[in-house]
């Protein structure tokens, strides 16, 4: 009998634990039932915001509760449709369409005001705020007029997330902001007529720019234009006076605070000295666009000088040698001077008088001795004969054939052949010899229209011709022609090189 209670005390224990775990499970699937009878119970509603659509299910009575739940508050320009106090209705269709968001900057406020506003004056009108004509308007940081249309709504959408809530939830409409810079009046007194500007420039000078005021140089502005702008500030303009000023061949036209050309001049730092010429005269009393005429006037005495060079004369000396020369006298240039006194208006000469004409240095000639003594002189030649000649010239060398010369024949009829030269008489006598580095001892017995004081042309007959061109020292070999066949100062034709 005990072994059977034992078996019966285990049984029922069991089963006291199987009751245990279902208990849960029962719980649970009654929440599910009754959620599911509350599911069927609820009202579906048709939400759109902004275009963004979704279906709700709810149990709340009305529109406003509704909204509660959908985590939507209303601002008092929103278009609800139906109104927040009408009934929920299954399949109801819920349209909402939010205002734009837009914050005013304005009189020392900082508010955010919801619109249907098309253009910044509407937008103020929903904030019981007025824009006046002159008042600045700033959309954004930039300049707005008041009745231009507003840019259109910028709408920034949230990249979608896995519990993303409702659609319209995304979507965040960007607020605008306008700021009005309000207008305040200064009095501008100019010539005895005041006006009043309204303005929302910080300085005087912008005020006056931003009313169209032109300022001209000269013009005097108090208080100055740097000046801060305060309410009904009088501002003081002395307008210049519009000058022409013709001076030093320049036209300027300027302006002036001056009363009379005197103080005009001074004013533009034109200094009038000497026998300077001003129209009008200096005590005229200036008017608008006058124009004053500075005439320089300045006279200068000039002295000029009229050279007579003087002439230089060879004189023979017989103790000098042949080819050397001396400076006796070096001379001296005639120099007559004239004085003239010239008048200048505005740097251009007007007249030029002769006042005075004298002689400062009589003309001297120049004396210079040349050599007359000839003497012979040797020199060895390369292949070892001596030569002995009384004159050695630097020449240019070039050279001929009887093809090139255009006749086989020479100045003094002999046939062209190698070992004659054709020279200038004046310098080599015909019918000498001389000899020629390189090309040898040659008989002078031609000519040439080219050949001409220091030139000498080697002949070559046509089967042999060399090319030539080169200066070399030319030896007159002994004996000397007679005196009046020499010339004794030679030309510098061609030019000897240095």
Known sequence: ????????????????????????????????????????????????????????????????????????????????????????????????????????????????????????????????????????????????????????????????????????????????????????????????????????????????????????????????????????????????????????????????????????LIDLGVVIAGNDRVEPALESELYDNIQIVVTRVAEDVEVEEEIAPFETVYVPDPNLPIDTQQVLDPGANGITRHRYRVRYENSQQQSRVLEDTWIAQEPEERRIAYGQRIEPRTETLPDGTAITYWRKITMLATSYSPASAGGNRTRTGDLVREGIVAVDPRIIPLRSQVYVPGYGISDALDTGGGIIARRIDLAYPDATYVPVRRWVDVYLLWPPPSADNITWVLPNYPPVPQ
């Open 1 to 264: 009998m005990a072994t059977v209670t034992a078996d019966r005390t285990a049984g029922h224990g069991r089963a006291w634990v199987s009751l245990a775990w279902l208990l849960p499970a029962i719980v649970v699937a009654a929440a599910v039932v009754l959620g599911g009878v509350a599911w069927l119970t609820a009202r579906p509603v048709y939400v759109q915001v902004d275009g963004m659509e979704e279906t709700v299910y709810t149990h709340r009575a009305t529109v406003r509760a509704l909204l509660l739940d959908l985590g939507l508050e209303p601002h008092a320009r929103d278009r609800i449709s139906p109104g927040l106090d009408s009934a929920i209705v299954r399949d109801m269709e819920l349209i909402i369409e939010r205002a734009r968001p837009v914050r005013i900057l304005a009189d020392g406020r900082n508010m955010v005001v919801n619109s249907w506003g098309r253009t910044p004056r509407q937008v103020l009108a929903d904030a019981d705020m007025a824009v006046e004509t002159y008042d600045e308007l700033l959309l954004d940081g930039k300049p707005w007029m008041a009745d231009q249309p507003l840019p259109p709504v910028t709408v920034a959408q949230e990249a979608p997330t896995f519990d993303r809530g409702f659609a319209w939830n995304s979507v965040q409409t960007k607020p605008i902001q306008l700021r009005i810079y309000r207008a305040i009046p200064i009095v501008v007194q100019e010539g005895g007529l005041p006006y009043t500007i309204d303005t929302t420039a910080q300085t005087v000078g912008e005020a006056l720019r931003n009313a169209g005021v032109i300022l001209y140089l000269g013009d005097r502005v108090q208080p100055s234009l740097g000046s801060a702008v305060t309410a009904n500030m009088h501002v003081y303009i002395q307008r210049s006076v519009p000058v022409t000023l013709q001076l030093d061949g320049h036209l300027l036209k300027t302006r002036t605070q001056a009363k009379t050309v005197a103080d005009a």
